[in-house]
């Protein structure tokens, strides 16, 4: 079995002398330019079209994260990249989990807790307790019930707050409260006091978190973007910021990345930004999860993880 591998970012040797020790049978190599020989399998990330395109032989692709946003963007503009056929894989879990759940936690409770006003006390130079938030009254919800989004609802629900998800249909978490479709969306944002991101970019999800999404939130909310910059219309939640209507923004990922130095968000005192980092891939569960995915599929056995070109993702 032929294995090729294409990242712009990732240490390459140390991932194919990882996936040659968890593959033992498998010849695996860097993918280089000109390269047509056989490949059954392709781990890529930001692929050239010529990696792919026209490949016989290939069973598999598997994209080297959880968002196959920038592929299938590539695969609209390029048709003939992924061969007819070929399943796309993503990476589901492999670490990024726990570090979303980590990445949420902190937040919720920061502001929970109104470490930011007792930041914004302090530069005042001002010493006085503030009232405490009732958790009654600082329910969360979750945009995107999958992988992630289940992780972090988990976490939360283990912190003591209410929590509620919204994804295409039912999910059956213990304690969070299910909403599923547009029909129900409205009634998942009434009342919801943190809303985070983890959808995936689709057609039916860009420009998701905008003013009239805004609107329906309890107010004094909160948004934590963890999925990507094109779901959130940036000029609506500076205008919900400065309108009080929202108190706080964490952001992890922009409509442009990094972010343009001219960008209103940088200097706003209640934004707070870290730089698409809220979850990594880990190489050694990814490795393992490959590998694992790869035997199954070798053996003829169902595997999960595969995308859904008709759903986007
Ligand atoms: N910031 C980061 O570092 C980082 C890291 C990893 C993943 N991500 C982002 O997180 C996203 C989610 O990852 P995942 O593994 O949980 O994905 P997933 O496919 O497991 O989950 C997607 C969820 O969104 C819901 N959904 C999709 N389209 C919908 C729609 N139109 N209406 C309602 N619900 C809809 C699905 O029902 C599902 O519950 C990724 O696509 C990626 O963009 C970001
Ligand atoms: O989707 C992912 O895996 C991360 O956001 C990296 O792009």
Same mark, same amino acid.
């Given at each position: 079995?032929?294995?090729?591998? #294409?990242?712009?970012?990732?240490?390459? $040797?140390?991932?194919?002398?990882?996936?040659?020790?968890?593959?033992?049978? =498998?010849?695996?190599?860097?993918?280089?330019? %000109?390269?047509?020989?056989? =490949?059954?399998?392709?781990?890529?990330?930001?692929?050239?079209?010529?990696?792919?395109?026209?490949?016989? !032989?290939?069973?598999?692709?598997?994209?080297?994260?959880? *968002?196959?946003?920038?592929?299938?963007?590539?695969?609209?503009?390029?048709?003939?990249?992924?061969?007819? %056929?070929?399943?796309?894989?993503?990476? /589901?879990?492999?670490?990024?989990?726990?570090?979303?759940?980590?990445?949420?936690?902190?937040?919720?409770?920061?502001?929970?807790?109104?470490?930011?006003?007792?930041?914004?006390?302090?530069?005042?130079?001002?010493?006085?307790?503030?009232?405490?938030?009732?958790? /009654?009254?600082? +329910?969360?919800?979750?945009?995107?019930?999958?992988?992630? %989004?289940?992780?972090?609802?988990?976490?939360?629900? =283990?912190?003591?707050?209410?929590?509620?998800?919204?994804?295409?249909?039912?999910?059956?978490?213990?304690?969070?409260?299910?909403?599923? *479709?547009? /029909?129900?969306?409205?009634?998942?944002?009434?009342?919801?006091?943190?809303?985070?991101?983890?959808?995936?970019?689709?057609?039916? +999800?860009?420009?998701?978190?905008?003013?009239?999404? @805004?609107?329906?939130?309890?107010?004094?909310?909160?948004?934590?973007? @963890?999925?990507?910059?094109?779901?959130?219309?940036?000029?609506?939640?500076?205008?919900? @910021?400065?309108?009080?209507?929202?108190?706080?923004?964490?952001?992890?990922?922009?409509?442009?990345?990094?972010?343009?130095? $001219?960008?209103?968000?940088? %200097?706003?005192?209640?934004?707070?930004?870290?730089? #698409?980092?809220?979850?990594? +891939?880990?190489?050694?569960?990814?490795?393992?999860?490959?590998?694992?995915?790869? +035997?199954?599929? /070798?053996?003829?056995?169902?595997?999960? !993880?595969?995308?859904?070109?008709?759903? !986007?993702?």
């Amino acid at each position: 079995m032929d294995i090729i591998f #294409h990242h712009p970012t990732f240490d390459t $040797e140390y991932w194919l002398n990882r996936l040659q020790q968890a593959l033992p049978g =498998a010849r695996v190599r860097q993918w280089k330019q %000109g390269d047509q020989q056989p =490949a059954d399998y392709a781990l890529v990330w930001q692929p050239p079209v010529e990696m792919l395109s026209g490949r016989k !032989g290939l069973k598999g692709v598997f994209a080297l994260g959880a *968002g196959v946003d920038a592929i299938l963007s590539k695969l609209q503009a390029h048709p003939d990249m992924l061969p007819d %056929g070929v399943p796309l894989f993503r990476l /589901e879990d492999t670490g990024m989990g726990l570090q979303m759940q980590e990445y949420a936690v902190s937040q919720v409770l920061h502001w929970f807790r109104r470490f930011d006003d007792y930041q914004a006390q302090k530069l005042q130079g001002k010493w006085q307790p503030l009232n405490d938030y009732r958790r /009654e009254d600082f +329910t969360i919800g979750i945009l995107g019930a999958g992988v992630l %989004g289940g992780k972090v609802a988990e976490s939360l629900v =283990a912190w003591g707050f209410p929590v509620r998800c919204w994804s295409r249909s039912k999910k059956d978490f213990p304690g969070v409260v299910s909403f599923a *479709g547009s /029909e129900e969306l409205g009634s998942f944002l009434s009342g919801t006091r943190v809303l985070i991101n983890l959808l995936p970019n689709t057609p039916q +999800t860009v420009g998701i978190i905008n003013r009239q999404l @805004l609107d329906q939130l309890a107010d004094e909310s909160y948004v934590i973007n @963890l999925a990507r910059g094109v779901h959130l219309v940036e000029a609506d939640l500076l205008s919900a @910021l400065d309108s009080g209507k929202l108190k706080g923004a964490m952001l992890d990922v922009f409509s442009k990345e990094p972010l343009p130095e $001219e960008s209103p968000l940088w %200097g706003h005192p209640r934004v707070a930004m870290t730089p #698409h980092i809220a979850a990594v +891939t880990r190489p050694d569960e990814a490795i393992a999860y490959i590998a694992k995915t790869i +035997t199954q599929l /070798e053996k003829g056995e169902a595997v999960s !993880g595969m995308v859904s070109l008709q759903h !986007g993702y």
